[in-house]
């Protein structure tokens, strides 16, 4: 079946320091992929999202490269700032235009001045 | 735009107590989705109306959950009675039809903790 499993946190970095959240998945057929966010005492965000292989999905100076060979779509920053923190989730969604996401467990970042 | 809407924020109810949960998508958005956390763990998908319809509601862990759209428009979700193990956060989502690729957009949540 599918699955997405992403890194266990919390993380804490220092602010200006280089960020890397794992996400691995398991999809039969041609998933999309996606890393949304949830700031302290909001909603679910988009943040990013491919769909297809070799994609790179970009925003707010975040990356992640749907990776096929390796089922990866590990989220990455290269500086992160104190207003990065929150939780963050990768999904996939099994078949490219309907949406019944696969989470994974989320990934606390708590980044220090 | 208003986003996505979620009511309680918060609801703190007894074991066997009844428990509804409400939903506003975005206007205009003939999908709504519901979603919930439990206990730090993965999002798990519920159900999925469009419009009034319920699509896809193979995600729901039992009957005494109840979801209804009436009318298309907000959506409600109905726990009872609950148990322990239905503590959790509850996450609406809605997006438009029509064109493929519309991203969901999420809700706040509804945090259920039952004692």
Redesign the interface.
């Known amino acids: 079946g599918n699955s997405?499993t992403q890194m266990e946190g919390p993380v804490t970095l220092s602010e200006e320091a280089f960020l890397t959240i794992n996400c691995t998945y398991t999809a039969t057929g041609y998933p999309s992929l996606?890393w949304?966010v949830q700031y302290p005492?909001?909603?679910?965000?988009?943040l990013l999202?491919a769909?297809k292989a070799d994609d790179k999905g970009s925003n707010k100076g975040f990356e992640a490269t749907y990776r096929k060979e390796t089922t990866s779509f590990h989220l990455e920053k290269g500086s992160v700032q104190v207003s990065d923190s929150a939780v963050y989730?990768c999904?996939l969604s099994p078949t490219?235009?309907t949406?019944?996401?696969?989470?994974?467990?989320?990934t606390r970042l708590k980044v220090l001045a | 735009e208003a986003g996505v809407t979620q009511f309680p924020s918060h609801s703190v109810i007894e074991k066997g107590q009844t428990v509804t949960l409400r939903c506003d998508p975005i206007s205009g958005h003939d999908n709504l989705y519901w979603y919930r956390r439990v206990m730090g763990k993965e999002i798990k998908f519920l159900l999925h109306f469009v419009k009034e319809s319920k699509q896809d509601e193979s995600g729901m862990p039992n009957n005494r959950f109840l979801a209804e759209r009436t009318g298309g428009t907000y959506s409600t979700l109905k726990v009872q009675p609950a148990e322990l193990e239905d503590s959790g956060v509850y996450f609406c989502a809605s997006s438009q039809t029509g064109t493929s690729g519309r991203v969901p957009f999420f809700g706040p949540g509804t945090r259920l903790t039952v004692l």
């Open positions: 997405v996606f949304y005492g909001e909603g679910l965000q988009l999202k769909t989730f999904a490219s235009g949406y019944k996401y696969i989470f994974g467990t989320g």
